[in-house]
């Protein structure tokens, strides 16, 4: 690919922002969300290559991570003549849906009731496989970590998302904060928001000034967006707004998100028309 048909300021968002590894894959993954799944009838092999080559990944890397993300069952080929048109299985479709309704359901205004969910999680000491597994899902759920096993989110409703496994044990209480403690000391020591603030701002900082022109460099915008976003919800706790900072910068990157996506789709969707 010509070097004038590649996006340097797009390339360098994606790669500080891929979610697991390896980068083209978790690129792959954006893209078969937001461009594949709306399209049933699939796409030819090479519409998926030529994607993540205007991404900036090697030719090798993008077939790759084409044939990889088939052979582990979140693609299925079929070969017509001498090419293969690629769908999405039942089974990652569903995944994408679920994803697409948590990408785009995150962002907004948080109420909250003054009630607390906190969760005590005992995993025998020799088990620390299943501790980093359980600990994990529970970061992942939004859940903050008070220290000596005990967990806790303002999310009562998020209980139906965890559940032990043997020999490990769970208990939980519905609460609200006592005349002892201190509701800002409690959220600090439960979650990083310094850290977290700094992923929001560069967010804002990295597409406020993107300005694509033209299909291909609107494709390559919209998916470093999309891509950029979908680490929120995993990221952030969703607080209330009552917990945050007045200055928190989660509302502001949220409309940014849903000005340039709507902005970017048309010319975006198009763009991956003519590859597929």
Not at 87 to 115: C, H, K, Q
């Amino acid at each position: 690919m010509a070097g004038q048909d590649r996006f340097p300021a797009v390339e360098d968002v994606l790669r500080r922002r891929s979610v697991g590894a390896p980068a083209a894959r978790s690129t792959l993954l954006t893209i078969l969300g937001e461009y594949l799944l709306p399209r049933p009838d699939g796409v030819w092999q090479e519409a998926l290559i030529e994607s993540l080559k205007l991404l900036g990944f090697t030719p090798s890397a993008a077939r790759q991570a084409v044939v990889r993300s088939a052979r582990e069952g979140w693609l299925r080929s079929e070969r017509v003549g001498r090419r293969s048109r690629m769908r999405l299985t039942a089974a990652s479709a569903e995944l994408l849906r679920d994803g697409a309704r948590r990408i785009y359901g995150f962002g907004g205004p948080v109420s909250w009731d003054g009630r607390w969910l906190l969760l005590v999680l005992r995993v025998p000491e020799n088990r620390r496989e299943l501790r980093h597994r359980l600990t994990t899902k529970l970061a992942w759920a939004g859940f903050g970590s008070l220290g000596g096993g005990l967990w806790i989110t303002p999310h009562v409703d998020r209980e139906a998302l965890v559940s032990a496994e043997e020999p490990a044990q769970m208990l939980s209480f519905r609460a609200e904060l006592g005349a002892l403690g201190d509701t800002e000391k409690v959220i600090n020591e439960a979650w990083d928001l310094p850290a977290l603030r700094e992923h929001y701002e560069q967010f804002i900082a990295d597409f406020s000034r993107l300005r694509p022109r033209g299909g291909a460099s609107s494709f390559a915008a919209q998916t470093a967006l999309v891509h950029a976003w979908r680490r929120f919800p995993f990221i952030d706790p969703d607080l209330p707004d009552d917990l945050l900072p007045r200055d928190w910068p989660r509302r502001r990157a949220h409309r940014l998100f849903q000005d340039r996506h709507e902005k970017w789709a048309p010319a975006a969707q198009a763009h991956f028309d003519t590859l597929a």
